[in-house]
């Protein structure tokens, strides 16, 4: 007698253990669990994009207003020379080339050279000057500052370039436009 209840003590957890394994495939095979294909709660984007390795991708774009007093010009029209002047002319009167005259463009507005075929990139900030902001965003990375632009030029990465070429762009009117 004694011993089957000892048989009986060892005997209860075992089937417990039995009819919780049981009770655990029928669960499976009755309820059919599918896997969520998105998660129920979507992050917003700003987490998704600190999570994501956009940091590398999209580099700071750093102004180039602290360097225009002291950038130099003469470097600047060098500069142009090499990068833009096969598109641009620079002279008071220069003709459209393959991009629009830019005599006097610092401070003018977005697309308003006569004559020339602007992008709907630009023609849609016909109501925006070209600040510094503006010029140095674009000479950078004009796809990217502009998406849609017809502009087909890499860009320009040294920030004291940039600064020298915006510098020599502003030297280009009458009565250049007050420094940032
Ligand atoms: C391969 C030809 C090409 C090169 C090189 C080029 N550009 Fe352009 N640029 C263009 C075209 C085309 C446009 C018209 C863009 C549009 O409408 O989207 C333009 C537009 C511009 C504008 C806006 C003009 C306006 O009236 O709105 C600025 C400013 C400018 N370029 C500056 C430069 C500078 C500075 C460089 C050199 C660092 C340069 N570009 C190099 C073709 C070029």
């Known amino acids: ?5 000892l048989n009986k003590l060892f005997a209860a957890p075992l089937v417990a253990g039995v009819v919780f394994m049981g ?4 669960g499976e095979v009755v309820v059919h669990p599918h896997r969520l294909e998105r998660a129920a709660i979507q992050l917003g984007e700003g987490v998704v994009a600190a999570a994501a ?17 002291a950038a130099n010009v003469d470097t600047g029209r060098q500069l142009a020379q090499r990068n ?4 641009h002319s620079f002279n008071e009167g220069g ?9 006097g463009i610092v401070g003018r507005n977005h697309a308003q050279v006569a004559g020339f075929a602007y992008s ?9 000057p070209w600040d510094y902001d503006a010029l140095n965003a674009f000479i950078a990375t004009p796809a990217r500052s502009m998406p849609g632009t017809k502009m087909n030029f890499a860009g320009i990465a040294n920030t004291q370039q940039r600064a ?3 510098a020599y762009l502003r030297s280009l009117a009458a009565t250049p436009v007050a420094l940032p």
């Open 23 to 26: 009770a655990g495939i029928l």
């Open 164 to 166: 020298d070429v915006v």
């Open 53 to 69: 390795p956009a940091a590398a991708v999209v580099a700071v774009l750093e102004s180039i207003s602290p360097l225009l007093v």
């Open 120 to 128: 709907n990139a630009n023609r849609a900030l016909a109501e925006k």
């Open 84 to 87: 833009c002047s096969s598109c």
């Open 95 to 103: 003709r459209n080339g393959v991009g629009p005259a830019l005599y």
């Open 1 to 5: 007698m004694a011993d089957l209840e």
